[in-house]
Nanobody, 125 residues
Framework: QVQLAESGGGLVQAGGSLRLSCAASGRTFDSNGVGWFRQAPGKEREFVAALVHRFGYIGYADSVKGRFTVSRDNAKNTVYLQMNSLRPEDTAVYYC??????????????????WGQGTQVTVSS
């Protein structure tokens, strides 16, 4: 059984940084790709970043480009999301997911088969 566990969320002031972790058990982060999404209260879950290690692909939403960085540690079977220059509008629950296969669009949550429980990020102004 595949399980994903996000951690690292918390409360931070605007301009601050956080590093989120997504640890996998029951499956490695293989070539299908890993995505980070977020959901703010009353809003749809939206794409943040994705990494497809097999193809060396990394993509970001325009809203986080230049501020967030996604990476992975194969030895720990963990993917990270480094978030710098945080803004109040980054406040949301952040989720990581494993894409179902290599055909689904990385920016669509429907392309992902497994999700973690989420971690809350709150950025105060």
């Amino acid at each position: 059984q595949v399980q994903l566990a996000e951690s690292g969320g918390g409360l931070v002031q605007a301009g601050g940084s956080l590093r989120l972790s997504c640890a996998a058990s029951g499956r490695t982060f293989d070539s299908n790709g890993v995505g980070w999404f977020r959901q703010a209260p009353g809003k749809e879950r939206e794409f943040v970043a994705a990494l497809v290690h097999r193809f060396g692909y990394i993509g970001y939403a325009d809203s986080v480009k230049g501020r967030f960085t996604v990476s992975r540690d194969n030895a720990k079977n963990t993917v990270y999301l480094q978030m710098n220059s945080l803004r109040p509008e980054d406040t949301a629950v952040y989720y990581c997911g494993i894409r179902r296969d290599n055909t689904g669009a990385l920016r669509l949550q429907s392309s992902y088969a497994y999700w973690g429980q989420g971690t809350q990020v709150t950025v105060s102004s």
